[in-house]
């Protein structure tokens, strides 16, 4: 049969169609005759709207959710068009954030785009042929599957309210704007050099099929880089809405802004791209950070190194032997050592680092202590094997967007009994 499709694509599209009640039979002439589109449309339920003799209801005054998937209070924290993950949720699970958990940072309400009609357009003067690409043309370039972290600048902007006293502008999240998956796809290489990216090239933009356009450049050496991909898969299926279907980019280490969801055209340029998610946003502003036109203050570009623990904020925990666990990452290779204090930052014991250490992905950690009753915080801290530490709270910069808190944070814990 002549698709073009490696077996991983066609094993993820047979699941697909099971779960929507396609028979074998079927499932294989789609694929024959339309590919991954065909499958695609065949599994996505057509409503037929219900003729009524009578007028229609006036529009419902509560606007559409933002957010497709279902986002319960008990795995999530609601922020308007975003949603932060729970990280208590994680505690008892594996390695890797499930789909249903992950955490969703959108400009705008998640679009719903047509993969029969969506094509992707290289385009430039960075580049010596434009390219469009449809769905199935993706599917059956090289691929490539890394783990990797993929997280909010502002991850952590709520603690410059809490911990510094300096509140931040924007959604004020803890540390939940965090998670770990599994991505495959093309990688972004392939494609600049099917559109013969020049020497020239200085920048490259992926600009998004949302409502408001997302996109932000990133140098050509990033784009280049052998992990960064346009991915169609997350965790082996087929990239969920909100998480960019049906192409996103991963941009390791980098800023989550970076990797742009929903991708319809990529835009390679011989001169540095300048747009508002780079001049006015997802940049430091304030007294430490002097302005680099046409930029308001230094560009964000790599995140930086954190821990959190897997618990309620707040919690509560009984009195005795306790073994809690939680994540720790770095934007610059794997975690080496993650440390906690349960006496306010007095002293510290080493936590033991248990499963996959993947470098921009982060590791998980465990420590047991005897807790005391009483009002308590326990605090972790992580160190990268690059040597880069989380800085201490004095060391913390403010900036008016709340962007790259690093500092270790006190997780608030009351002991009973």
């Given at each position: 049969m002549e698709h073009g499709l490696g077996?991983?694509?066609?094993?993820?599209?047979?699941?697909?169609?099971?779960?929507?009640?396609?028979?074998?039979?079927?499932?294989?002439?789609?694929?024959?005759?339309?590919?991954?589109?065909?499958?695609?449309?065949?599994?996505?339920?057509?409503?037929?709207?219900?003729?009524?003799?009578?007028?229609?209801?006036?529009?419902?005054t509560t606007p559409a959710r933002p957010i497709l998937k279902p986002t319960p209070d008990a795995f999530f924290i609601p922020l308007g068009t975003n949603a932060e993950m729970r990280f208590e949720?994680?505690?008892?699970?594996?390695?890797?954030?499930?789909?249903?958990?992950?955490?969703?940072?959108?400009?705008?309400?998640?679009?719903?785009?047509?993969?029969?009609?969506?094509?992707?357009?290289?385009?430039?003067?960075?580049?010596?042929?434009?390219?469009?690409?449809?769905?199935?043309?993706?599917?059956?370039?090289?691929?490539?599957?890394?783990?990797?972290?993929?997280?909010?600048?502002?991850n952590g902007r709520s603690f410059f309210d809490t911990l510094l006293k300096k509140p931040a502008e924007g959604g004020q999240w803890r540390l939940g704007a965090y998670g770990i998956a599994e991505w495959t796809g093309v990688p972004l290489a392939e494609l600049l050099r099917q559109a013969g990216i020049k020497r020239t090239a200085v920048d490259v933009m992926p600009t998004g099929l949302d409502s408001t356009s997302v996109e932000r450049p990133m140098p050509v050496d990033k784009a280049m880089a052998e992990d960064t991909l346009l991915a169609y898969l997350m965790n082996g299926d087929i990239l969920p809405l909100d998480h960019g279907f049906p192409a996103r980019v991963i941009a390791p280490g980098w800023v989550g802004i970076n990797s742009i969801k929903w991708v319809g055209k990529i835009t390679v340029s011989e001169k540095p791209i300048f747009v508002d998610k780079n001049t006015s946003s997802y940049v430091f502003i304030g007294p430490d950070y002097p302005p680099q036109p046409p930029a308001?203050?230094?560009?964000?570009?790599?995140?930086?190194?954190?821990?959190?623990?897997?618990?309620?904020?707040?919690?509560?925990?009984?009195?005795?032997?306790?073994?809690?666990?939680?994540?720790?990452?770095?934007?610059?290779?794997?975690?080496?050592?993650?440390?906690?204090?349960?006496?306010?930052?007095?002293?510290f014991r080493e936590a033991a680092l248990t499963g996959p250490n993947i470098e921009q992905a982060g590791v998980r950690w465990?420590?047991?202590?005897?807790?005391?009753?009483?009002?308590?915080?326990?605090?972790?801290?992580?160190?990268?094997?690059?040597?880069?530490?989380?800085?201490?709270?004095?060391?913390?910069?403010?900036?008016?967007?709340?962007?790259?808190?690093?500092?270790?944070?006190?997780?608030?814990?009351?002991?009973?009994?």
């Open positions: 077996d991983q694509q066609v094993s993820v599209l047979w699941r697909r169609a099971e779960v929507a009640g396609i028979p074998r039979r079927k499932f294989l002439a789609l694929l024959a005759s339309g590919g991954a589109v065909a499958i695609l449309a065949a599994c996505t339920p057509k409503v037929t709207p219900t003729p009524s003799p009578v007028p229609p209801s006036p529009p419902p949720v994680m505690a008892s699970r594996a390695y890797i954030t499930p789909g249903s958990f992950f955490f969703v940072r959108s400009h705008t309400a998640t679009p719903l785009i047509d993969v029969k009609t969506w094509k992707l357009r290289i385009e430039g003067d960075g580049i010596a042929s434009p390219l469009e690409v449809t769905y199935n043309d993706l599917l059956k370039m090289p691929s490539k599957t890394v783990i990797r972290f993929v997280e909010c600048a502002g308001k203050g230094p560009i964000l570009t790599t995140q930086v190194v954190k821990s959190a623990c897997a618990l309620p904020w707040p919690a509560t925990l009984s009195a005795g032997a306790q073994r809690i666990v939680g994540y720790a990452w770095s934007a610059f290779g794997k975690i080496a050592r993650v440390e906690v204090s349960t006496d306010g930052g007095q002293t465990e420590f047991t202590f005897t807790a005391q009753p009483g009002e308590m915080t326990i605090t972790p801290r992580a160190t990268d094997d690059k040597g880069n530490p989380q800085i201490d709270l004095a060391q913390q910069k403010w900036n008016q967007l709340g962007y790259l808190f690093s500092a270790p944070v006190p997780h608030p814990v009351k002991v009973v009994g």
